[in-house]
């Protein structure tokens, strides 16, 4: 997530022990979305395939909505072509 304005990006990295608790998406993006100037969003996920994953996801994007209006204009999502579920 990084805003087209900004001459460079920053990586971070977060540390979630396994079977944790507690981590929302704003508080794993926060430090994003507190600068403020969010206008685009561009995920790549290539498994996004079952009804758990796209709700995720569109809980992702509530939160983006939430925070991030009335600047943000466009979320997309990149993802790969799978199976065909049944």
Known sequence: MYNTLQSKQQVK???IPEGATGYSYY???????EKGGVTWV??????????????NF???CEMLVK?????????SLLTGVGE???
């Open 13 to 15: 990295y977060l540390h």
């Open 84 to 86: 065909v579920m049944k």
């Open 27 to 33: 508080t794993i993006f926060k430090s994003c979305l």
């Open 67 to 75: 925070h991030c209006l009335p600047m943000l204009k466009s979320i």
């Open 42 to 55: 561009e995920v790549e996920d290539p498994y996004i395939r079952y009804n758990h994953q796209v709700h």
């Open 58 to 60: 569109v809980r992702f």
